[in-house]
C-alpha cells in the first residue's frame, strides 16, 4: 500500500547549543574499568564471573547515552519530571 | 440456576459474563468454580497463575449471589473473574514482582487501588500471574518460576513483562487481567499472544500499591481479548488518586459509551522512519489495519531512535536505584540476566539521566505537535511475531539482534512520553502480531473507539489458539 508522506518538518531545539565534547565511543578497557570502579565505589559485591556481562550492559547503556549526549538542547531546557509542591 | 456446564466461560467476554450473571443465567459461584476448574486443568501448560486466591473469590462470589438474590443493582463487572500481575499488592500474599527476594517480604496489608476499584464494580479477583523479574523483561521468561507459555504455541514465548497476564487471558483462563507497562509489557505481550491491552496515558490509572520499576514510566492497564472488554474494564478503574502522586487529578472520561461512534471524521496516519518495519509480519498487520481505517498518509515521528535511547537508560538508572540496597545484600537471588543489566545501570553518570530526561521534555513538544494533524497514529507493538522461548537473537531485515533488548524497540518511543495505545491484535497464521494505535494524551477514547471499529470490521480480533499439549 503506497501512503502520502505529512509534509511537516521537524524543527531541532532553535536556541540549542552544540554539546561542549560530545561522548565519543569508549575502548572496552576504559569501559571495564568504569564497571570496576564504580562497584568498588558504591560496594556492590560482585563476583569475578558477573563482571564481562556487567561491562557488556554498560557498553550498550553508554551507546545509547552517548545519541542523547550528541543532541543539542538549549541550556534553559527544563527535565521531564516535575515536582509540584 | 443453570450449572456451571451449560456455559463455555472461558471464550466469553467479560460483558457477556456479567451479562450472563445479571440476567440469572449463572451463578458467581458457578462462573468462579469454572475459572478455578479451567486454571487447575490448563495452567500445568501455559504456567500463567503463581497463586490462586480461592478463598476469597468464593466470599466473593458469594456475596454477589446473594446481593443479586435481594435483588440489589449490580455493577458494571459482577461476576466477571480476573487476574493480576504479580506486582500488584493482594492482601495477605507477598508481592513477589517476579524475583525470589521479595518472597520473603511481609504480605501486603491491603489490596492494589485498581484491585479494590475492579472489586467493587463486582470483578471477582481469582489469583496473581507470573512476569518477568521485576518487570526488566520482554520475553516473558523468568529463572524462579519458569516461563509462562504462549497458548498460541507452547515453545514460544508470551513477551515480558507482564507473561502471565496474556498467557492466562490468551488461554481462556480468565477474560481480563492487569499488567504493567514501562517500556511495552502490556504491548509486547499483547502482541505476541493475539490480544487487546491498553496502555493508558501516564498518570491516568493509579499505581498505587504495585511493585515499582521506573517510576518515570510505570504505567498500568488491562488486557482483554475484546476492545470493549479493555473499555469496560478501564472505565471502572479511571479516577484520582491521592495514594499515587503520578495519578491525574482528572475526573473519569468513560470510553465504553462512545465506542460504537465507529471511526467518522479521525483522522489515522501511519509511522514512518524509524517505525517502517522491514520484516513481513508487521508489515502486513500494519498495512492491513491502514487500509481498514483508509489511512492513506504517513508521518515521521520525530527523533524516535534518540526517544528510545533515552528511555532505555533512565530506565536502567531508576530501576538501579530502586534495587540498590538488595544488590548489596542478595545479589545471588537476583537472576543473573536481570542483576547484571542493574548492576551497569548503577554506573551510569546522573548527567546523561539527566540530559535524557531534558530531551524528554522537547521530545514531548514535538510529537504532541503532531496530533493537530492526526487523531492517531499507526505503529508495530513487536518487530516479530513471538520467538521461541530461549531464542537469544532474531533477523530484522538485514540485522540480527538481541531479542531481550529488542523486542520494545516500537513500543518505547512511545511509553517515553506517555501517551495512550491501544494494540490491537490481527490474527495471522500460524502465529498472531499487534499493531499499536496511538493517541493523543488522554484519548484512550479515541485508541479504544478505532481498535473497536477494527473489530467490528473482522481485521482486529483475538483469535482462540488450538488446542495444545506438551
Known sequence: MTRKPLSRKTKSARRARPPAQPLRSRKPNDVSALAAAGVKALALPVEPAWHATIVCNLQLLLKHAALIDGF????ESE???VFRA | MLETTAFDFAWMTAGDIAAAFASGRASAASIVEAAFARIRARDPLINSFTALTEERARLRARALDDARARGEPLPPLAGVPFAVKNLFDIAGLPTVAGSK??????????DATLIERLEAAGAILVGALNMGEYAYDFTGENVHDGPARNPHDLARMTGGSSSGSAAAVAGGLVPFALGSDTNGSIRVPSSLCGLFGLKPTYGRLSRARTFPFSASFDHVGPLARSAR?????????QGDDPDDPVCAERNAEAATPVLDRGLDGLRVAVASGYFKCRAAEPVYAIDRIAAALGANRDIEIPEAERARSAA?????SEAASLHLGRLR????DFDPATRDRLIAGAMLPASLVTKAQKFRRWYQREVLKLFSEVDAILAPATPCPAPLIGQQMFKLGDSELPVRANLGIYTQPISFIGLPVVVAPVPLSPLPIGVQIICAPWREDVALRIAHALEQQGVAA????????R
Not at chain 2, 521479595?102 to 491491603?110: G, H, I, L, Q, V
Not at chain 2, 472488554?229 to 478503574?237: K, P, R
Not at chain 2, 545484600?329 to 545471588?332: I, N, V
Not at chain 2, 483475538?462 to 499439549?469: D, E, G, L, N, T
Open chain 1, 79 to 81: 527535565p521531564a519530571p
Open chain 2, 101 to 110: 527476594i521479595n518472597r520473603d517480604f511481609p504480605p501486603a496489608a491491603r
Open chain 1, 72 to 75: 543539542a538542547l538549549p541550556d
Open chain 2, 229 to 237: 472488554d479493555l473499555a469496560i474494564t478501564y472505565d471502572a478503574m
Open chain 2, 462 to 469: 483475538a483469535q482462540r489458539p488450538p488446542v495444545q499439549q
Open chain 2, 312 to 316: 532505555y537508560i533512565i530506565t536502567a
Open chain 2, 329 to 332: 545484600t542478595r545479589a545471588k
